[in-house]
């Protein structure tokens, strides 16, 4: 997906016009992938731009800076402040937010100096990540022959630079292979997750998708559809999936920020129940639509208004 440039990019406390906005290439983040990062995404609304579980994204970033001994050096309040001020500065009615926390050039090593973490954000306009097809009709998923990291190798509940050179082997493969995206196991043969996103299998008016311990990223996505799909009346159970129980749904979709909701018209060339959007789905992505553009208030603290 082609980058549109916007006009700053947040470094550290200041804008900077977006071409200057440059790290030295000697970064020790760019040869050994010790960074962490954050997708958030804003949306129009009747009361102006709004961003979605900012604070959410934010926390996780600190998380996941914990995970790899970094401090921001800002906290979520200060974070949050700069993200809605880049979207002012901006003027983005809708788009796409990359928080960045990564390390200072100056050292050399596969033991980086710590204590040089610097922190970008930069916002930008981004459509359909799957494309419009894949939204409407549903995506082509083929299990990856790549596992997904585990938690003795990278762990994936931190959102590390480096980390997804495990998800782009997965997609790079999955997309020359003519599929949309890879859908990646554990080492034990359970689904954790497609390369960029969360999935759900529906069986019998039942949620099911696979829990932490399953080496995935705790989805802010995820979480949401969690909760609208209770609040809807359904069952949603944190369970191990196997592939096959996939096959089997009545109906599959998957999460993300990026993604939104997108459902799975097929696993591994098997049509996942009537093969396009099935009703639960269809019902959960005019909910997750109806919190993102504010039109309800029943989760109006999800919304930060710009
Ligand atoms: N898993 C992975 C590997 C991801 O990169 C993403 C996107 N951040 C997700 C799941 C979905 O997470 P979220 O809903 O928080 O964007």
Redesign the pocket.
């Known amino acids: 997906m082609k980058l549109t440039p916007t006009s700053d990019i947040w470094m550290d406390g200041k804008f900077v016009a977006w071409d200057e906005a440059q790290v030295h290439v000697l970064t020790p983040s760019l040869h050994y992938g010790w960074g962490v990062y ?2 958030i995404r804003a949306y129009p609304t009747a009361r102006g731009t709004a961003v979605f579980r900012l604070r959410d ?1 934010l926390r ?1 970033l600190h998380d996941s800076a914990r995970v790899y001994l970094m401090d921001p050096g800002h906290s979520v309040d200060e974070l949050t402040g700069a993200s809605v001020e880049l979207l002012r500065r901006t003027g983005l009615g809708a788009g796409y937010l990359r928080p960045l926390v990564y390390l200072d050039y100056g050292t050399m090593g596969v033991a980086p100096r710590l204590d040089s973490a610097r922190v970008a954000i930069a916002a930008w306009p981004w459509g359909s990540y799957l494309g419009e097809k894949a939204e409407q009709e549903g995506c082509r998923l083929a299990v990856s022959s790549w596992q997904r990291n585990g938690v003795h190798s990278v762990p ?1 509940l931190a ?1 590390a630079t480096g ?2 050179v495990n ?1 782009a082997l997965a997609k790079v493969a999955a997309v020359r292979a003519g599929y949309d995206d890879a859908l990646m196991l554990t080492p034990g043969g359970h689904v954790a ?6 999935v759900f299998a529906v069986r019998d008016g039942v949620l099911f998708t696979p829990p932490v311990s399953d080496n ?9 559809v969690i909760t609208l799909a209770r609040e809807l009346g359904h069952e949603v159970r944190e369970q191990s999936l196997t592939r096959s129980e996939l096959y089997v749904a009545d109906e599959a979709f998957l ?5 939104e909701i997108v459902p799975v018209a097929s696993v591994d060339d098997r049509p996942v129940g009537a093969g396009g959007c099935g009703p639960v789905t269809r019902r959960l992505r005019e909910a997750f639509g109806d919190v993102v553009h504010g039109r309800t208030d029943t989760h109006d603290d999800w919304l930060t208004y710009v």
Do not use: Q, V
């Open positions: 954050e997708g994204h996780r994936p959102k980390a997804y998800s997750e497609a390369s960029a996103a969360n995935i990223l705790p989805g802010i996505t995820r979480d949401t999460t993300g920020t990026a993604a």
